[in-house]
Structures are given as structure tokens and as C-alpha cells.
């Protein structure tokens, strides 16, 4: 089931809300979200949610074991297992064929390739599931006894699919106690129409410009040598706007749900394209991700001993690698890293020194291409989009398509780029300066919201598939 739904949107959750706050007792809320949960993950592929479910069980075990064998060897043997688990069922259903093709290509073997399906949101809720077991062993948060309460932090709805990954220590407060205000459930609702906005006006329009350009991994690929090199050069600006406006109009979504339960999920993204560098913009993108990689992984001793640089670069494959079982994405991982690697060894204050406009149209120009790296999965084809970049597969500088193309959307694309930037969090500071009074602004806020509800719902009537680009990770 897909939040820009129109059965989720004017059925299942307005269901689901009536549901929950009419029952007063918070063991009710929880068992309303966890059969809602259910109902949301089961919609598409009922069969996954056995692998769910299992994956809960065996973890919430683990968990017990940590707690009742805690600083004993039985504790690790928690820890192994769970890892072993959660990580094997992440590899075997994401990774098997991917492994397969590329020991064929290697040695002289001949393995059948499965072609297994990817059960969603599996990578979402295996780190969500992976955090919480480490946060336990090291005692940062308590081992939740109640495997139902359990089920309910791994499973709710409005972030198990597609982020953000949630650790158990934000929310570990909430699954016993929570309020949803007045003021909570405004403000849910207002991020979670940003959010639909962002997605169904923006980067689903926004996507077709990029198909019609470059085509796509499932219909085939254009021949880049007939696009030309501002053609290029346009089209993985709006590949980045694009990826953008469709994660963070998930995460928005998520957030703003959560934040109408009762749960305040940390942020995923801060305006990432008004970062100075490429650190920068990685406190910016992603930030679940980021963050859950630099806890657990980047202080992880190597060879017996922490290793800086060895660890970064093994952070950036593992993150490149987390988004597909593809080469293009190691590529994209490693890429990043390379730039991080290189802004640590210049440093933060020769960083600083540099003008801010040569900064950020730096952090642009590498922001852009990393996205043409991630969106080519075929390795032939990404080494033409690199010869396209510069024009040295002999396309020109401009054609006339693109120059079409251009302006038959440039009120799309300005949209994009000014709504990239913290516009809104300004507007609503002016209004609220401006006309002072806060029932003034809460209107503006109100005709705003229905204006990009009513726009997203005619948009979905027509549509049919354009699911996030994210439940495919």
C-alpha cells in the first residue's frame, strides 16, 4: 500500500485514526497500530510479512537473552544471533543474485541465477531491528519485554517501508506513553501533505522529464550519444531534485503521521543541496542512514585496531551497497567517500577559507553527478553517461529537444529548486512576523493544506503506478 494512495488517504487512515483515538486506554492505540501495521505491510505481498514477523520473533528473543545473560558469553551469543539472522535474510533475499552473477563472471562456474523477490522494507526495519539489539547490548536502552509492544516498533506503518530508520531508544518512551496534542496532530497533518505534495505535484512530474530523457533501467536506456551534453547535464540535476523530493516526501509523510500517534521520529533530511561540501550534505541526506552507519559501523575495530580511513572507506562501500545489488551503487558509495576522505585530509578550516559560492557550486556539480552514477545500474551505460558529461561521445553541447523540454517545465523545475531550499520554514516565520496574529497564519496554513490535497487527489486519480523510489531498497 502506498501513502499517495487514494484508498490510504481517504480510507485506510482516516479508519485507522477513528480507530485509535477512540480508545482512550494506550494498550488499545498499540493494538490498533500493530493490526493496521499488519494490514498496511500485508496488502501487497501478504507472504512477507511471515518473513517479518519470524525475523521480529527471533530478535525479540535475542533481546532476552542479552538481558538475562548480560555481560556472559550468552549475551554475545544474543548478539551473534540476532546479526546472523537479521544480516543473513538481508543478503539471501537481496544480494544471492547478485553474488551469483558476479562469481560467474569471475570463475568458471555456471550458477543458475535466482531470480528471488525483495521482500519491502526489509532493509529499513533489518537496521531498525540490528540497532536496537546493539543499543541493548551496550545498555543504552532496556530489552522490551512485551513482544507485541516489540512487533508494534518494528512494524508501525508509517516508517516501516521506507524509512526513516527509526531507532528503538526515540521511541522507546512513546510505545508506553504518549499524547497527541492539538498541536501535535496540526502539525502531523500539515508535514504529512508537504510531504504528499512534494511526491505526487513535484517528483512524479519531475520523473517523467527524467524518463523521457534518459529512459529507464526497466523500458531501456536512451542512447546518450543523442543526448546532448547540457541535455546530460540537466537531466541528472533533475535525477537529484527527483530522488529528493520523493525520499523526503516519505520521510515527511512518515514523520507527520507518527507525529499524529504520539511519536516524534528524528529528521531525515535538512535541505541537503545548501550544503558547502560533500560532509556536509551527508548531515543533510539521509540522516537515518548516515547516522546509523557512523554508530555502528565506522568505530568497529579493523585487523584488531580502529583504522580511520580503512573504516571510512568501508562505511561508503557498506552505504552504496545498502541501496542496491548493483556495481553502479558500491560506485556511488565509494565515490562519496573519496570526497569525504579528501575534505578530512584538507580539513574544516582551509574548507572554511574557500568562497562560499565556489563552495557550493562544488558540492553541486559532485552532488549532481553522484546521482547519474546511482541512476545508470547498467555498467555499459554509466560509462557512456561519464563520456556524455564532457561530450566525448561525440553529442553536442545542446539540442533542441532539451532546449524544448526545458521550457515547457521550467515552472516544474524553479518549483524544485526553490522548494529545495528552506522556503517554507521562512514563509511561515514571515507570515507568522508579518501579520502577527497566529490564527492568521494557522489560516494561511489550513488553505494551503487543502489546496495541496485537493491538487495531489486529482493528480492520483489518473494515476497508476508510481510507487517511492525508495521501497525497492
Not at 15 to 21: E, M, S, T
Not at 93 to 111: Q, R, S, V, W
Not at 287 to 308: A, C, E, H, M, N
Request: hydrophobic share 50%.
Amino acid at each position: 500500500m502506498l501513502f499517495s494512495d487514494l484508498f490510504f488517504l481517504y480510507a485506510f487512515l482516516p479508519l485507522c485514526l477513528i480507530l485509535y483515538f477512540v480508545c482512550r486506554n494506550i494498550h488499545w492505540k498499540n493494538a490498533v497500530l500493530i493490526v493496521f501495521s499488519l494490514i498496511f505491510y500485508a496488502w501487497g505481498e501478504p507472504l512477507w510479512i511471515i518473513l517479518m514477523i519470524g525475523s521480529v520473533g527471533v530478535n525479540y528473543f535475542c533481546g532476552l537473552l542479552i538481558d538475562r545473560f548480560r555481560d556472559t558469553k550468552f549475551s554475545k551469543v544474543g548478539v551473534a544471533l540476532s546479526l546472523v539472522v537479521s544480516l543473513g535474510l538481508l543478503v539471501a533475499f537481496k544480494y544471492t543474485g547478485f553474488i551469483t552473477e558476479n562469481l560467474n563472471a569471475i570463475l568458471p562456474f555456471d550458477i543458475p541465477v535466482p531470480n528471488i523477490s525483495l521482500p519491502i522494507g526489509i532493509s529499513f526495519y533489518t537496521f531498525q531491528i540490528i540497532s536496537y539489539i546493539l543499543d541493548a547490548y551496550w545498555g543504552k536502552v532496556k530489552v522490551q519485554k512485551n513482544p507485541l509492544k516489540f512487533l508494534m516498533y518494528v512494524s508501525l506503518f508509517p516508517q516501516l517501508v521506507a524509512g526513516p530508520i527509526v531507532r528503538y531508544g526515540v521511541i522507546e518512551k512513546e510505545i508506553d506513553s504518549r499524547v497527541s496534542t492539538a498541536a501535535d496532530i496540526s502539525e502531523g497533518i500539515t508535514r504529512f501533505i508537504v510531504g504528499l505534495g512534494k511526491k505526487v505535484i513535484i517528483a512524479d512530474n519531475i520523473s517523467k522529464i527524467v524518463i523521457s530523457i534518459f529512459g529507464s533501467a526497466e523500458k531501456g536506456y536512451t542512447d546518450l550519444s543523442t543526448v546532448s551534453v547540457l541535455g546530460v547535464w540537466y537531466g541528472i540535476v533533475l535525477v537529484a531534485l527527483w530522488y529528493f523530493f520523493d525520499f523526503s516526501g516519505y520521510s515527511d509523510m512518515a514523520i507527520g503521521l507518527g507525529r499524529i500517534f504520539g511519536f516524534k521520529f528524528n529528521e531525515n533530511f535538512n535541505y541537503p543541496f545548501i550544503s558547502k561540501n560533500i560532509t556536509e550534505f551527508w548531515q543533510r541526506w539521509h540522516i537515518s542512514l548516515g547516522s546509523f552507519f557512523r554508530d555502528y559501523l565506522l568505530y568497529v575495530p579493523i585487523f584488531g585496531k580502529r583504522r580511520q580511513y580503512l573504516s571510512l572507506f568501508l562505511v561508503w562501500f557498506c552505504t552504496g551497497l545498502w541501496h542496491g545489488a548493483s556495481w553502479n551503487f558500491i560506485i556511488w558509495g565509494l565515490y562519496f567517500g573519496v570526497f569525504i576522505f579528501i575534505e578530512r585530509k584538507i580539513g574544516n578550516k582551509r574548507m572554511r577559507k574557500i568562497p562560499a559560492a565556489l563552495s557550493h557550486l562544488y558540492a553541486l556539480i559532485v552532488i549532481a553527478v553522484g546521482f547519474g552514477i546511482f541512476h545508470f545500474e547498467d555498467m555499459s551505460v554509466l560509462g557512456n553517461f561519464f563520456k556524455s558529461l564532457v561530450g566525448l561521445n561525440g553529442n553536442s553541447l545542446v539540442d533542441v529537444a532539451i532546449q524544448t523540454k526545458f521550457m515547457n517545465n521550467i515552472f516544474l523545475f524553479a518549483a524544485a529548486v526553490l522548494f529545495s531550499m528552506p522556503v517554507i520554514p521562512k514563509l511561515r516565520k514571515l507570515i507568522a512576523d508579518k501579520l502577527g496574529a497566529a490564527v492568521v497564519s494557522g489560516t494561511a496554513e489550513i488553505i494551503c493544506n487543502v489546496i495541496i490535497l485537493i491538487g495531489s487527489s486529482i493528480l492520483l486519480v489518473n494515476t497508476t503506478d508510481h510507487p517511492f523510489l525508495y521501497f525497492r531498497f
